[in-house]
């Protein structure tokens, strides 16, 4: 369940050479680079919010430059779970089932000072930040997020697929 | 000719001490055992056809603890009444309204979860905002402030 970062399958063994350590970094790259420009985002939209995911999804931010243009809204079908808006804690088991429902690889981006802190609802209702339900891999914060705070964001997040090892490189390919 | 029927209502169902506009609202302090008549003479006599809301609030230390308030609207006349009764801390009841009002009834129910007022004669009574299991009434008074029930466990690192 915490494996947004699949780690390669150890390169020790009778299949261990220079040459295939070589081979699998460029292929971690070039695979990095691929996945990093098509990012599917399942929007999770509870809240406000949504009106800033609406204004930079729209023409004048354009996340289509990232590859995060087209919401999949069908959890099986995305890789980011952008978690948009306050979750309340009758909200976290669905939350946490779309969750579950994804493919690996996948990755969440809290989106909104609700989604990461809860913000300033610290009271019964509110879930105090969306990691404590699932692992989050950028923080966005704002309320709401400036876009430019939001493509930020979205930039981080693909520096970091860029640098992540990625399961289907392994020695066979 | 808002103040008219307010005069009316004022003498019809209020004595003296019970009934006052405050903030241009007319307010009804009635007990609860008669909250359900003078509503009823409300809608059905005066034209307050339209059911606003119901909450309550807490005054810790008082008695009677709660104050279950009510307001109507009249499409009609144009002018809004507030009822007021307060009920025991102990065994908070008050009269439902859902024979009188159907949209009483989910005004209610988030009442009962949110002060744990038990109105009698609403038979749907389940959580409507909060969820199963939730204990203790959370808009109260004593209930504390960041107490939380989680549904889903958390997870044990919390952070990227």
């Known amino acids: 369940m915490n494996g947004r970062v699949i780690p390669i399958e150890p390169a020790g063994g009778p299949g261990k050479s220079a040459a295939f350590e070589y081979l699998t970094t460029r292929k971690d790259e070039l695979i990095g680079w691929a996945r990093k420009?098509?990012?599917?985002?399942?929007?999770?939209?509870?809240?406000?919010?949504?009106?800033?995911?609406?204004?930079?999804?729209?023409?004048?931010?354009?996340?289509?430059?990232?590859g995060a243009a087209l919401p999949r809204f069908s959890p099986r079908q995305a890789d980011l779970l952008m978690v948009v808006g306050t979750v309340t804690h009758k909200q976290a088991p669905i939350l946490l089932k779309v969750y579950e429902q994804m493919c690996e690889p996948k990755w969440v981006m809290a989106?909104?000072?609700?989604?990461?802190?809860?913000?300033?609802?610290q009271n019964y209702a509110a879930v105090p930040g969306i990691d404590r339900i699932v692992p989050v891999d950028v923080y966005i914060p704002g309320c709401p997020p400036r876009p430019e705070t939001v493509i930020d964001g979205i930039m981080q997040l693909q520096d970091k697929i860029a640098r992540s090892q990625h399961l289907i490189v392994n020695d066979r390919f | 000719?808002?103040?008219?029927?307010?005069?009316?209502?004022?003498?019809?169902?209020?004595?003296?001490?019970?009934?006052?506009?405050t903030h241009g609202i007319l307010v009804l302090d009635l007990a609860p055992g008669a909250v359900a008549d003078a509503v009823r003479a409300l809608r059905d006599d005066f034209g307050f056809d339209m059911f606003l809301d119901v909450t309550a609030v807490d005054w810790p230390g008082r008695?009677?603890?709660?104050?279950?308030?009510?307001?109507?609207?009249s499409t009609k006349h144009k002018v809004r009444v507030r009822v007021k009764a307060g009920v025991p801390g102990a065994d908070p009841a008050a009269p439902s309204l859902t024979a009188l009002y159907g949209s009483a009834a989910f005004m209610e129910r988030e009442c009962h979860d949110m002060y744990g007022i038990r109105f009698e004669g609403n038979a749907d009574l389940r959580p409507i905002l909060l969820y199963?299991?939730?204990?203790?009434?959370p808009l109260r008074k004593d209930y504390p402030k960041r107490?939380?029930?989680?549904?889903?466990?958390?997870r044990e690192e919390a952070g990227p």
């Open chain 2, 147 to 154: 107490k939380e029930q989680p549904l889903v466990p958390y």
């Open chain 2, 132 to 137: 199963e299991g939730f204990v203790g009434h």
């Open chain 1, 111 to 121: 989106f909104g000072v609700c989604a990461t802190s809860g913000g300033f609802y």
């Open chain 2, 63 to 73: 008695d009677p603890r709660f104050d279950v308030v009510w307001h109507f609207y």
């Open chain 2, 1 to 21: 000719m808002g103040a008219e029927i307010l005069d009316r209502v004022m003498t019809r169902l209020a004595k003296g001490e019970e009934a006052r506009v």
């Open chain 1, 37 to 66: 420009f098509s990012i599917f985002p399942y929007p999770f939209v509870t809240a406000c919010c949504a009106m800033e995911f609406m204004a930079v999804s729209s023409t004048p931010y354009d996340t289509d430059r990232f």
